[in-house]
Each structure stands twice: as C-alpha cells, then as structure tokens.
C-alpha cells in the first residue's frame, strides 16, 4: 500500500518569512495529493491540492510542486502570519486504493510574531 | 450548503452505553467516510461508503458499527467501547471521480471521551 512520509515534524519561522513542508509517497500510481491545515479543535481544512497531470499550483500565498519523478511534493506558505500557525498534513491517493487516503504524520507550524 | 455537519459535538460515555454519531452531508456527495484521529496524529480511516454501499471497513472492532440510511447521512454506532476509543472522530463526504481525484471535505468532529 501507499506510504507518505512528511517532514519536518515541526517548524516555527517569524513573521513574513516562508515555510516548506516536504512529503514523499512511494506508490507511483498515485494521482492526487491535497494538504490540509487542522487547527486546535477543529476539523482538517482543505487548503490547497494537486493533481498528478500538473507539476505546480499556486493560490495567494500557499503553493504546491509535485515531482513525480523523485515521488514528492511540497508546500510553500510565503509572508507567513501568525493565523498560519496549526498543524498540516499531506496526503496521498493511488488510482487503484478506492478511495482511501493515506495521510503524512503531519507538520506543527509556529509562526512567532 | 457546502459542509459536513456532526452531531453530537462532544459525547461522554460509560463502557456499557450504547450511542450514536450521526454526519450530514447536503453537497450530493455519493462516497462518505469515518475516521478517528487522536491528539497530534493524522486522521486513521475506519469506513468507507460508496453509493450507500461499505467499500472500505479497515479492521474496525465490531463494536463500532457504521450505517448509511440514505445518500446524504451517515451514522455510526457506538456499543461497549473502551477507554482507548476516546478520540475526535471525524465524518468527510467527497464525490466519486474517475482515477480517484475527488476531494473529501471533513466535518467538525465529535470529539468521544470514554469513561
């Protein structure tokens, strides 16, 4: 089955800095990768996803590249803010698991004012 | 309506009780899914139904038992749980595409403490 590995497991950055949070997945026949953001107490939040046919998606701030090649992909949070702080998790979907999402172990973010 | 609601938001209950959750989804969504998720860990899948039908059952206890009265709801059926149980559990709706590319959407939870 599908293995995602996420890294790292935490970060803290200032203010306005960027943020990269890095998955690796292992099944090739994977097709479709969203990140989700979870805030303490609350439900995971879709925030941005690909789909294999694209290599990069950006939207306002948050962007993600796919290398299907290395079997990768990232998120890139840019001028980062202190509503930015949760935690994230990647997740991975191969085209034969019938709809099972396999989850990264997840990414607590700090942004520190 | 684009959400997932949950009912109830927090629930409390003895090892002998016998409870229910139930999820909404009102977004035409014909897959729907139950998972647990502990403090700091990502959400493990449970369930998964497909056009009203249990695709996925992920080695679950028998003492959690799913249902799908119809298109738009989801039940979960809570009997002689232990203290280990206690987590959120969360309900996510999708719709079902080709090659596996549709997006699930979570509810806010139930978050269970069993006593």
């Known amino acids: 089955g599908e293995n995602v590995e996420q890294h790292p497991s935490t970060l803290s950055v200032q203010e306005g800095d960027s943020a990269v949070i890095k998955c690796t997945y292992s099944d090739s026949a994977s097709n479709y990768f969203p990140w989700y953001k979870q805030e303490l107490g609350k439900r995971p939040q879709l925030i941005i996803d690909?789909?294999?046919?694209?290599g990069e998606k950006k939207d306002q701030r948050i962007a993600v590249t796919l290398n299907k090649t290395a079997k990768h992909f990232s998120l890139h949070i840019t001028e980062t803010q202190p509503e930015d702080s949760a935690v994230y998790f990647c997740a991975a979907r191969s085209s034969g698991s019938a709809r099972q999402l396999t989850f990264g172990s997840g990414t607590q973010l700090t942004v520190l004012p | 309506d684009t959400e997932v609601t949950q009912t109830p938001k927090h629930l409390v209950m003895g090892m002998t009780n016998k409870k229910s959750l139930k999820c909404e989804q009102h977004m035409g969504h014909r897959a729907m899914y139950w998972y647990k998720q502990k403090a700091k860990k990502p959400p493990e899948l449970m369930f998964v139904y497909s056009y009203e039908k249990l695709s996925i059952n992920e080695s679950v206890p028998s003492r959690f038992s799913p249902e799908c009265p119809n298109s738009s709801l989801l039940n979960l059926h809570l009997h002689a749980l232990q203290p280990e149980d206690s987590a959120l559990y969360l309900c996510?709706?999708?719709?079902?595409?080709?090659?596996?590319?549709?997006?699930?959407?979570f509810g806010p939870g139930t978050r269970l403490t069993v006593l």
């Open positions: 996510a709706s999708s719709q079902i595409l080709a090659g596996g590319t549709d997006t699930q959407y």
């Open positions: 690909i789909r294999s046919n694209v």
